[in-house]
């Protein structure tokens, strides 16, 4: 069964600007995690934020986890044409590293 | 240079007929994954593997088979009882436990008519 849910959104945005995105599941997790895709082409892990953690950074990146709400978001700031890709949540239940992928958004960041 | 290869890029198959994707890495880890990718849809969970000669079903086994003789290599075959096989698919890797990263291949578009 499907634990990550992104919000089923696609989204376009000019350069420069920034990117939200969220993700709700439905049971509890050990961890969360955020991969990239560029069209065609394999998953790039982007963050990894664990149960007992709120927020984390990495580089423009910022992530965001409430368990009481079981939801997660990602924010990409100052985004660059490069950003242009699908992005997709994986939750971590049992902590055995099994992820469960939601269907991911697509953003577009426009030069 | 590490990482993890796939290999075709692109396969095509006639109804009927089993086809084996390969996946190896060389980057020392435990545990492999192979993945589904349907257009516009997540990821989902075909086997996995955390320890040589040992693999488990995900969320849709059938139709498909594994092995896992060597630590470096994890081969998916799909059956001609998968009745619907064209897709992407992912293989990946990472180490063995709680939170490491998945460290995924580039893919093969398996396409059967």
């Known amino acids: 069964s499907q634990q990550g849910e992104e919000d089923p959104q696609a989204l376009s945005i000019q350069e420069g600007e920034n990117a939200t995105m969220n993700c709700s599941y439905k049971?509890?997790?050990?961890?969360l995690q955020w991969y990239r895709q560029n069209s065609g082409r394999g998953l790039v892990h982007l963050i990894l934020?664990?149960?007992?953690?709120r927020e984390k950074h990495s580089g423009r990146l910022r992530v965001t986890l409430d368990t009481s709400k079981k939801s997660s978001s990602l924010l990409i700031t100052a985004s660059r044409a490069a950003d242009t890709a699908s992005y997709f949540c994986?939750?971590?239940?049992?902590?055995?590293?099994?992820?469960?992928f939601g269907k991911g958004n697509q953003v577009v960041v426009i030069p | 240079d590490g990482g993890i290869t796939q290999s075709p890029k692109y396969l095509f198959r006639k109804e009927g007929q089993n086809v084996t994707l390969s996946c190896e890495q060389n980057?020392?880890?435990?545990?492999m994954y192979w993945y589904r990718q349907d257009p516009g849809q997540g990821l989902r969970l075909i086997y996995y593997?955390?320890?040589?000669?040992?693999?488990q079903k995900g969320d849709i086994a059938e139709g498909y088979s594994v092995s896992r003789e060597k630590k470096e290599s994890f081969p998916l075959t799909v059956t001609s009882a998968q009745k619907n096989p064209t897709a992407f698919y992912l293989c990946?890797?990472?180490?063995?436990?709680?939170?490491?990263?998945?460290?995924f291949g580039p893919g093969t578009r398996l396409t059967v008519t």
């Open positions: 934020i664990r149960s007992n953690e």
């Open positions: 990946a890797s990472s180490l063995q436990g709680d939170g490491y990263e998945q460290y």
């Open positions: 049971t509890s997790i050990n961890n």
């Open positions: 593997s955390q320890i040589v000669n040992d693999f």
């Open positions: 980057l020392n880890h435990d545990a």
């Open positions: 994986a939750t971590d239940r049992n902590g055995n590293n099994r992820l469960a």
